[in-house]
């Protein structure tokens, strides 16, 4: 079914229209939080918070956007929002145990991408790319994630962030700016290392 | 130099195509001749497809039901909120009228006083499946249906009794009990070993073919730390995990947890085949309609009585997972430190079956008064409207 019907028969109380459009877009969505977040457990609150938050507004949605695009603005501000939420409470209590999982991986993945002459398998790219990512900027994270990861169009950004073009350009500029100097900070990214990993996906 | 600013600046929206055929041109004829820009090209283009090779992480397969879930509790509720309470009443006044007539509440009462005794000599699972039993399907239609279709209605309710009691008697010999099993332990590991065992417990629910739905880590008062883990494992590996967990450290609680819902199931799978009996008749009927007015009548229940089916379906996916997939709560601390453990647990329990088994005793007598109130109701709206009448 198309998506404006599958919208309209939402709007009119049918659940099984909306557990469609869930279907299509939940993994999308639960990436972009997993990217975001750095944390399977937030990127499915997140998930299951921003669908609920469309399901409950649906009726404000005046469909002078795409869905898609309208979904992924809510989903990219509840996962800034968490992430200025988490900064909040590190503010509070600089709790390290807290996030000792996630903090273990971090110390964890410079050792694995420092060690010269081993080929880095597209697996530890992986990683650090992850990783790197979580070391932006809230802003150039989302950009990068909307754009390198998830492959959105400049305009469907523009219109996702409400901002113009250029703004999406220089951003992102600065962003992947940014994603490489960490990269080649750490030493995670040679050009070594970013080629075999290349020629190991164009299998 | 100036030069080489402005076209690395321009790079990024270069590599995507985002820029006008005359910037294009000018990017390319400086790189031709500019290694360093190249080479600067060459190393963002790297990084774009590194990002791009990143796989997508796979969803957790209960994700969908679980917004489903939430999605369906907003809609009920908003959808009681809207409702006229003297509908209510009138509705249920016609379900208990029918009900009765149809021998129904006399088997409704029956449970509950057999469940009432069955409390007495200690078993409290004689009428905790007898109580929500009956209810969850002939008492939620009530609510949702108090419109003004009342042919619709009484059509609805004069056949539940039909076609209710054979399915269940069929399903019921050939369908397995159903069984939500859940267990909580609380388990207290060496001290420094803690990060060691949740590891070990992670691995346990792996390799039990199950997944870890939340674990987190925390410190308690003393500065005790604490692992709280929440698995979901195949309902036939529940026995050999816990015992794997026990096997962790020294047990200080450990509390399992069996609920029969077989006949709450069957139930509500009964009740669903009525509502797609209805649906069909809906469709019938639409087929005899003449006017538009009708043809909307029609539609309009049709439309009720499909998200009643679909909320439903949901119900019951809801519980053939919970009893495919058993629910173990396993929180770990480190010995040593003040006791923090039972005490506490137990009296929260007993406050929780006290207010259940309070709350129980007035279910009964609600249910026993309900007849008399309803018939005041009836007798309060009727005097009201009669008021009304003469004022006018």
Not at chain 1, 94 to 104: A, K, L, V, W
Not at chain 1, 158 to 170: I, R, Y
Not at chain 2, 86 to 97: F, H, K, S, T
Not at chain 2, 159 to 176: E, K
Request: hydrophobic share 40%.
């Amino acid at each position: 079914m198309e998506e404006a019907a599958l919208v309209a028969r939402c709007r009119r109380g049918h659940a099984t229209a909306f557990e469609e459009l869930v279907a299509r877009y939940e993994r999308k969505v639960y990436n972009l939080a997993y990217r975001m977040t750095g944390s399977h457990e937030d990127a499915r609150d997140i998930t299951q918070e921003a669908f609920l938050k469309v399901y409950t507004s649906l009726r404000h949605f005046r469909g002078d956007a795409a869905f898609g695009t309208w979904l992924f603005r809510i989903a990219s501000n509840m996962c800034l929002d968490e992430l200025r939420r988490r900064r909040r409470r590190l503010l509070v209590s600089i709790d390290e145990p807290y996030q000792h999982e996630e903090g273990e991986v971090q110390r964890q993945l410079p050792d694995s991408g420092a060690d010269p002459g081993q080929v880095a398998e597209i697996r530890d790219l992986q990683r650090m790319v992850h990783d790197a990512i979580q070391h932006l900027s809230d802003d150039h994270r989302l950009i990068v994630v909307l754009r390198d990861l998830q492959g959105f169009s400049y305009e469907e950004i523009a219109s996702m962030l409400d901002c113009s073009l250029g703004t999406v350009k220089s951003r992102l500029n600065r962003a992947r700016a940014a994603l490489r100097k960490y990269l080649e900070d750490q030493e995670l990214l040679s050009p070594a290392d970013v080629k075999s990993g290349q020629r190991g996906v164009g299998r | 130099m100036k030069e080489c600013q402005e076209v690395q600046a321009a790079l990024s929206a270069y590599l995507d195509g985002e820029v006008g055929l005359d910037e294009r041109e000018t990017i390319e004829q400086h790189i031709a001749g500019c290694p360093a820009c190249a080479a600067e090209l060459a190393s963002l283009r790297r990084l774009v497809d590194a990002c791009r090779q990143m796989d997508e992480v796979e969803v957790p397969g209960d994700l969908r039901q679980a917004v489903m879930q939430r999605v369906r509790g907003r809609e009920q509720a908003r959808r009681k909120r809207g409702l006229f309470p003297a509908a209510v009443a009138v509705a249920a006044v016609l379900v208990v009228a029918i009900g009765v007539g149809s021998g129904l509440g006399t088997n409704l009462w029956t449970q509950l006083t057999s469940g009432l005794k069955a409390t007495a000599p200690g078993g409290e699972a004689g009428l905790r499946a007898a109580l929500p039993a009956p209810t969850p399907a002939p008492a939620a239609p009530a609510p949702s249906k108090a419109g003004s279709e009342g042919v619709f209605q009484s059509a609805d309710y004069a056949t539940l009794p039909q076609p209710v009691p054979p399915p269940t008697a069929a399903a019921g010999a050939s369908i397995n009990r159903m069984v939500i099993r859940r267990a909580d332990l609380g388990i207290e590991v060496p001290k420094g070993g803690l990060l060691e065992s949740g590891r070990r417990a992670e691995g346990f629910v792996e390799a039990a073919g199950g997944y870890v739905q939340r674990s987190s880590t925390y410190e308690e008062e003393a500065g005790r730390k604490v692992i709280g883990i929440t698995a979901r494992v195949p309902e036939d590996a529940f026995t050999h995990l816990v015992n794997q967990f026990d096997g962790l450290g020294v047990v200080k609680h450990r509390n399992i947890d069996a609920e029969d819902i077989t006949e709450r199931y069957i139930d509500l799978q009964a009740y669903v085949r009525n509502r797609e009996v209805q649906e069909r008749r809906l469709l019938e009927i639409l087929e005899l309609a003449k006017s538009v007015s009708e043809i909307m009548q029609v539609e309009n229940e049709l439309v009720r009585v499909r998200s009643d089916i679909d909320s439903n379906k949901g119900r019951l996916r809801y519980y053939e997972n919970a009893v495919a997939m058993s629910t173990v709560n396993l929180t770990l601390r480190e010995e040593g430190s003040p006791a923090v453990g039972p005490k506490p647990v137990g009296l929260w329990a007993e406050i929780v079956r006290a207010f259940e088994s309070s709350l129980r005793t007035l279910a009964l007598v609600l249910a026993a008064a309900l007849p008399y109130l309803l018939i005041a109701a009836l007798v309060g709206l009727a005097y009201l409207g009669w008021v009304r009448r003469q004022r006018d």
